[in-house]
């Protein structure tokens, strides 16, 4: 279950001085030290940082020279700086289906139905059905809704939309809850107030995810009058039998129906990467901060002929990047911290934050070692003196960052308006995968300022590295990304226990 994001706590008392003198151990980081990564990453050169495209390789490569440059250590896989992040594109599937009950065939046309196969070609021949209800499993709840069927091989029917229960399992989850069970295919009935036409319409816009299993060789959604007319079909009424067993007391109903599902789906299947390095801390305790922020942006944006093609990302993130590195190379030629830090940079962040979910199921340490993750993104909007906005983070966390920013002489934002933004951000994959992570620096405070840059060049080509990309505030919150490392690495300033 994700912790609930916290409102901001009660300071916590710390003398301005104290602050000050954790700013102090460390060389400050300037506009002119990030500017150059910035000028680099957002070139034409590396074009626009697509994963799995000759500018991921570009990427990845001055990220790792530059971190070992600085005395950062490699901790990806194998001993080496990458963790690879294996993905597939799926486009809708085309499909044909047929419905038989009792020797007779059931009238749901195709196009109440959109499907999407796991592999290029899926084919499922006389397959019993069974309609799971919600089709959740929450064992610390007592529930589970898949008691009393035997999935194997089987079409399993379940409700779309879950109820508004915090923890409640997303469609995905159940899909591969499913899959473990045994279901050859899981099909999602849509609510009726969800127009069906909204679903096909998102679902011929593809889907991109984590390649890793289980899924069932087949998936998808059943609009609400072709469920209805499904269940009539059958001899059954839909909406009774939810009323019948409600909630957490469903229980698996097997249907007197047989389906055969033919499924051909368009798959592109790529491998892309993470950088991971670390600066050893000085205790053995084995605990970690993780400072991160993702590389990628979205390539070659424009059709071949267009005078400007490439959207280069120089705020969204190369200007997260270059705060990760020279924060990176502070920590690690400052004083030794206690706790070891990590550092990350994402992958696939821009289609769906994949490389932060990747790393978060694969952490490169225990997950529940990493006491605190702090993530770094579009950090080049606004200028110095900016109050520090924070998204997510315990009230623990938010308790450090009041500190830390209150000595450092920066005023804090009040209105908490940023934490709108909390699930648009690699941390939010850590956080739902119990990672405990959060964002904080001057970008997020001002609203109207970021709505201009996401109404303007925000995924656009005109996010350059021109000259008067304003960097003022980004070297103040690397300079806060600095401190707040070192404080979340005091063994003695933070603990764990107050996440």
């Known amino acids: 279950m994700s912790p609930r994001i916290l409102l901001l706590a009660p300071l916590l008392a710390l003398s301005q ?35 799995a495209t000759p500018g991921e390789s570009l990427t990845t490569g001055y990220l790792v020279r530059e971190l070992a440059a600085r005395g950062v250590e490699p901790a990806g896989e194998g001993g080496g700086w990458l963790q ?50 919600h089709g959740a499993v929450m064992p610390e709840r007592g529930i589970d809704q898949l008691a009393g069927a035997d999935f194997r ?73 072709g469920a209805m007319a499904l269940f009539e079909g059958a001899g059954r009424d839909l909406t009774a039998m939810l009323d019948e067993q409600p909630g957490s007391s469903f229980r698996s109903v097997a249907l007197p129906v047989r389906a055969s599902i033919d499924v051909m789906t368009e798959i592109r299947r790529f491998t892309t990467n993470n950088v991971v390095g670390r600066i050893r801390g000085s205790d053995s305790g084995g605990e970690s901060v993780l400072l991160l922020g993702h590389w990628d942006h979205i390539g070659i944006c424009r059709p071949e002929g267009t005078p400007d093609r490439i959207c280069n990302g120089a705020v969204d993130n190369a200007s997260g990047m270059a705060t990760l590195i020279e924060a990176a190379g502070r920590l690690a030629a400052g004083q030794r911290p206690q706790r070891d830090i990590l550092i990350l940079a994402t992958t696939a962040e821009e289609i769906g934050l994949l490389g932060a979910e990747h790393f978060a199921r694969n952490p490169v340490v225990p997950a529940n070692s990493i006491v605190a993750a702090v993530n770094v993104d579009t950090a080049a909007i606004h200028p110095a003196g900016m109050p520090v906005a924070m998204i997510g983070g315990s009230e623990g966390m938010r308790a450090v960052v009041a500190r830390v920013a209150t000595g450092l002489g920066r005023r804090l934002d009040g209105d908490q308006e940023a934490d709108l ?71 003695n300033g933070y603990s764990p226990a107050a996440r």
């Open 17 to 51: 001085a104290a602050g000050a003198q954790t700013q102090a151990t460390d060389a400050p980081i300037t506009a002119a030290d990030l500017r150059p990564h910035i000028d680099i990453l957002a070139s034409d050169e590396f074009e626009g940082r697509q994963p």
């Open 84 to 133: 690879a992040v294996a993905i597939a594109e799926r486009g809708v599937g085309r499909h044909e289906t047929q419905w038989v009950s009792n020797g007779r065939r059931i009238g749901v046309p195709d196009e109440a139905l959109v499907l999407t196969g796991r592999d290029p070609r899926a084919r499922i021949g006389n397959a019993p059905v069974i309609f799971a209800g």
């Open 153 to 225: 091989g089987a079409v399993a029917l379940v409700m779309y939309e879950g109820p508004a229960v915090e923890g409640f399992p997303s469609f995905e989850q159940r899909i591969r809850t499913l899959a473990e069970a045994g279901a050859v295919a899981v099909i999602g009935v849509t609510p009726p107030d969800l127009p069906f036409a909204q679903v096909r319409r998102a679902a011929t816009r593809g889907a991109v995810a984590l390649d890793r299993g289980p899924l069932p060789a087949a998936y998808g959604a059943l609009s609400w009058d």
């Open 421 to 491: 933004l909390v699930e648009r951000q690699d941390g939010w994959a850590l956080v739902r995968n119990n990672i405990p992570a959060m964002m904080a620096g001057g970008s997020f405070s001002d609203m109207r300022l970021l709505a201009a840059f996401l109404n303007g060049a925000y995924h656009g080509p005109d996010d350059e590295a021109t000259p008067s990309l304003e960097l003022g505030g980004a070297a103040e919150d690397a300079n806060l990304l600095v401190a707040l490392a070192r404080a979340f690495a005091d063994r």
